[in-house]
C-alpha cells in the first residue's frame, strides 16, 4: 500500500472544520477561508493552486499535480461549503471546534465532506512522494455544492473538465461505491385567477382551489411514474413532493387571493424524463378559470455509470485491496457535484468517501478518525489503478 500521512489528514480536517464556511452574507461567511486554507496547503507541497471565482468570495480552488509520464487525468473532487449548524441547543459539541472523542471528529462538515476533501489532498500528496506515475490529478475544491452547485457549473463552463478522464467525488458513503445517483427536477407551479371578497367567490377565480387538484393529482402521478418505472436496485422509487403551497401576498381571511404558487421536488431514477415530468405537470396544473404556469427551478439528471468503467474498476479494487472486504455498491439519495461534472462536463464519475451515509445536516455530525485514513488510502491506491490501468 502506498504509503499515507494518517495524521496529518485528520489534523487537516480538524483545520477545516474549524471555518464556519457557511454561505451566509449576513453573518459575514462564505467558502473563501476554506477555499484559502486549502490552497495553502497545497503550497506547502510545491502545488500552484489556482482560483477561479464561481462567485464574490465563493472560489474555486484547482491544482494539477503531474505524475511525470504519459497518461490520462483523474479529477478529485470535494467542496468547501457546509450547510448551516441549525439550533445550537441540539449539539452536544462545538459544530465548528473539530473536536476528537471516541474515535470520532465532531462537527459540521466533518462528515458532508471535509474529511473527503481533506483526504484527496493526503492521497494525492502520497502518491506524489511514491514516486513517478502516468498522467496527473486535479485536485479540486469547489463551492456551492449546497446550493445550486454553482461551483460545479463554473467549472465545467471554464472548460477545465474538458481534458478530465474520470472523477471521484469524496462525499460520505459509508464505504459505498456510488456509480448511480438520484436525479432532482425542481418545479415552481404559479397559478393565476381573480381577487374577490370571500362573500362573494363569484366575483372572482380562486386560484387555492387549483392548487388542491394538484396536490391531489401529483399523488397519483407518482404512483403512475413508479408503477411504470420500478424501484432501482440502488436508488428506490420515483418521488414527486409538494414542498410549499402559498396563496397571495398576504394573508387575508376574508380575501380570495389573485394568485398561488406550488413547489415540487421530484427525485428521479434511470429512464425518467424531467422534460416528460414537467410537461405533465403543466398539464395537471389545468383548472378552469385558473392560468397555470410552470418553471423549472433545478434540472439535474440522474446519473448512472456502468460499474465496468475503469474508475469504477479501480476504486472497486483499490477499496477491496486496502479494506480486504469486497466492495459494496449503493446509490446517492440526491444529487451531488458529480451530477453537473457527468452530464454537463461528460466526465465518468463515483461517489465514495468517508462518513456516514445518512449523517449529512444533522447535529451532533460526526466522522470516524479511522475511516478518514481508510479512505485516503482507498483514494491513493484508486488513482494509481486508474492512472496506470492495472487490475
Not at 489556482?50 to 472560489?59: D, I
Not at 471528529?105 to 476533501?117: I, N
Amino acid at each position: 500500500m502506498i504509503e499515507v500521512d494518517a495524521e496529518g489528514v485528520v489534523e487537516f480536517t480538524q483545520a477545516l472544520v474549524r471555518i464556519p464556511s457557511t454561505n451566509d452574507p449576513a453573518r459575514g461567511r462564505d467558502e473563501q477561508p476554506a477555499a484559502e486554507l486549502v490552497a495553502e496547503k497545497m503550497r506547502s507541497w510545491g502545488w500552484e493552486p489556482v482560483f477561479y471565482e464561481a462567485a464574490p468570495g465563493r472560489p474555486n480552488v484547482v491544482a494539477v499535480v503531474e505524475g511525470g509520464l504519459p497518461g490520462p487525468t483523474l479529477m478529485f473532487e470535494g467542496h468547501t461549503d457546509v450547510v448551516t449548524e441549525g439550533d445550537l441547543s441540539e449539539w452536544t459539541v462545538d459544530p465548528f471546534g473539530g473536536e476528537i472523542r471516541d474515535g470520532k471528529l465532531w462537527g459540521r462538515g466533518s462528515a458532508d465532506m471535509k474529511s473527503g476533501l481533506a483526504a484527496t489532498l493526503y492521497a494525492t500528496r502520497a502518491l506524489q512522494l511514491a514516486g513517478p506515475f502516468p498522467g496527473r490529478i486535479k485536485v479540486c475544491a469547489l463551492a456551492d455544492e449546497e446550493g445550486l452547485m454553482i461551483g460545479a457549473h463554473h467549472f465545467v463552463e471554464s472548460g477545465l473538465a474538458a481534458d478530465v478522464d474520470g472523477a471521484i467525488v469524496a462525499e460520505p458513503e459509508a464505504g459505498e461505491i456510488c456509480a448511480v445517483a438520484k436525479g432532482a427536477l425542481r418545479l415552481r407551479v404559479d397559478f393565476t385567477g381573480k381577487m374577490a371578497h370571500g362573500a362573494m367567490p363569484q366575483h372572482g377565480r380562486n386560484p387555492i382551489q387549483a392548487v388542491g387538484s394538484l396536490l391531489v393529482a401529483l399523488r397519483t402521478y407518482q404512483e403512475e411514474l413508479q408503477k411504470r418505472f420500478p424501484a432501482h436496485e440502488h436508488l428506490g422509487e420515483v418521488y414527486v413532493t409538494p414542498t410549499v403551497a402559498r396563496a397571495g401576498t398576504e394573508e387575508q381571511v376574508n380575501v380570495i387571493p389573485a394568485v398561488a404558487s406550488v413547489f415540487i421536488d421530484v427525485r428521479t431514477i434511470t429512464g425518467v424524463s424531467h422534460d416528460e415530468v414537467a410537461a405533465r405537470v403543466l398539464d395537471l396544473a389545468g383548472y378552469e378559470g385558473i392560468s397555470a404556469e410552470v418553471t423549472v427551478l433545478v434540472d439535474r439528471p440522474p446519473v448512472d455509470v456502468p460499474v465496468s468503467d475503469p474508475l469504477i474498476v479501480a476504486l472497486a479494487g483499490a477499496h477491496e485491496a486496502v479494506t480486504g472486504a469486497p466492495a459494496v455498491y449503493g446509490g446517492v439519495p440526491g444529487s451531488t457535484d458529480g451530477t453537473v461534472l457527468t452530464h454537463w462536463g461528460g466526465i465518468p464519475s463515483v461517489v465514495y468517501g468517508p462518513g456516514g451515509k445518512w449523517i449529512a445536516h444533522q447535529a451532533d455530525e460526526f466522522v470516524e478518525v479511522e475511516e478518514i485514513v481508510r479512505c485516503t488510502r482507498v483514494f491513493a491506491e484508486a488513482a494509481r489503478r486508474f492512472l496506470t490501468r492495472s487490475a
